[in-house]
């Protein structure tokens, strides 16, 4: 069982350019999110979906797009990139299904893509 | 503003002794709480969780301790193991399954 697969696990851009950041589980999850790692601010919530098709913003989504035609894919989009999204980007997921009563939320994270922005 | 905050940017331990790790939060909203594992170049894994509604945890070695009235939640780790150094974030569920993660804190567990 693979979990959380993302990819690349490195990235060298520079400013303006574009890419995408790929995430895939295999959990069947409903939740999926995109969350960046700075050193000293822990992880941010980028983007984060409930389902396929519905998509919504975190704590820091400017310069980030997202979709999710499938339940089992959420790419994260890099329009134009810029020094300031230099960092660790994590995707994770969840289920609704296995909450329990007092409302748990295990999220199972990828191994991250580390991008730089030059 | 951050919701939850680690004061504590890091922590040294003697192998075999208790490690305490603390977590502060503001929001009373939160319904549940979770303590999670970093190694380097690895992604974050679930350690232990607590409900707003019980004041302990306890898995294995690891416990957890939520105080509501003092918005104050800590990991206890007994005894230590080398293995045990990693970087450790509390983080807090709000509406939905939306996280809020604090800074974490850097556990060393010396031999």
Known sequence: NAGVTQTPKFQVLKTGQSMTLQCAQDMNHEYMSWYRQDPGMGLRLIHYSVGAGITDQGEVPNGYNVSRSTTEDFPLRLLSAAPSQTSVYFCASSSFRLAGGGGKNIQYFGAGTRLSVL | DQQVKQNSPSLSVQEGRISILNCDYTN???????????????????????????????????????????????????????GDSAVYFCAAKEYGNKLVFGAGTILRVKS
Request: proline share 7%; glycine share 4%.
């Open chain 2, 28 to 82: 009373s909203m939160f319904d549940y709480f979770l303590w999670y594992k970093k190694y380097p170049a690895e992604g974050p894994t679930f350690l232990i969780s607590i409900s707003s509604i019980k004041d302990k945890n306890e898995d294995g070695r690891f416990t957890v301790f939520l105080n509501k009235s003092a918005k104050h939640l800590s990991l206890h780790i007994v005894p230590s193991q080398p």
